[in-house]
Nanobody, 129 residues
C-alpha cells in the first residue's frame, strides 16, 4: 500500500526555520520524483519544490517564492524526502503536502500537479509575524 506521511510542521515566528519530512512506503523511492506543494486558505495548491528520481541525478526545482530559502533533499535509504525551510515568512503559512511522481515522468519533476499519483495528508505550517 502506497503511503506518504508528512511531518515537521508547526508554529514558528517569522525568520525561523522548520524541516519537513515526507516518509514514503509501498514503492521504491529511488525511481520516483517527489514534489512539495502547499495550499493556503482560499488559494489554489501551489507547487513549491521538487526533486527528480535518483536515477535522473536528483535534480531540484523551486518556485520563485521560495528559491534561496527552501532546500529539498532525499535519502532513499531512509525512504524520506526533506524540505528545509529557512527565513520563513507569514505568507508561507499553509498546509504542506508531498506527492510522488512515478517513472518515466520522474525524470522531470517540474510538471503539472496532475501527474503526481500519490499524495500525503499534509502538515500545517503557521508563521507568525
Amino acid at each position: 500500500q502506497v503511503q506518504l506521511v508528512e511531518s515537521g510542521g508547526g508554529l514558528v515566528q517569522a525568520g525561523g526555520s522548520l524541516r519537513l519530512s515526507c516518509a514514503v512506503s509501498g514503492f521504491t523511492l529511488d525511481y520516483y520524483a517527489i514534489g512539495w506543494f502547499r495550499q493556503a486558505p482560499g488559494k489554489e495548491r501551489e507547487r513549491i519544490s521538487c526533486i527528480s528520481s535518483t536515477s535522473s541525478a536528483g535534480n531540484t526545482n523551486y518556485a520563485d517564492s521560495v528559491k534561496g530559502r527552501f532546500t529539498i533533499s532525499r535519502d532513499d535509504a531512509k525512504k524520506t524526502v526533506y524540505m528545509q525551510m529557512n527565513n520563513l515568512k507569514p505568507e508561507d503559512t499553509a498546509v504542506y503536502y508531498c506527492a510522488a511522481l512515478p517513472p518515466p515522468l520522474s525524470r522531470f519533476c517540474w510538471i503539472s500537479n496532475s501527474h503526481y499519483n500519490y499524495w500525503g495528508q499534509g502538515t500545517q505550517v503557521t508563521v507568525s509575524s
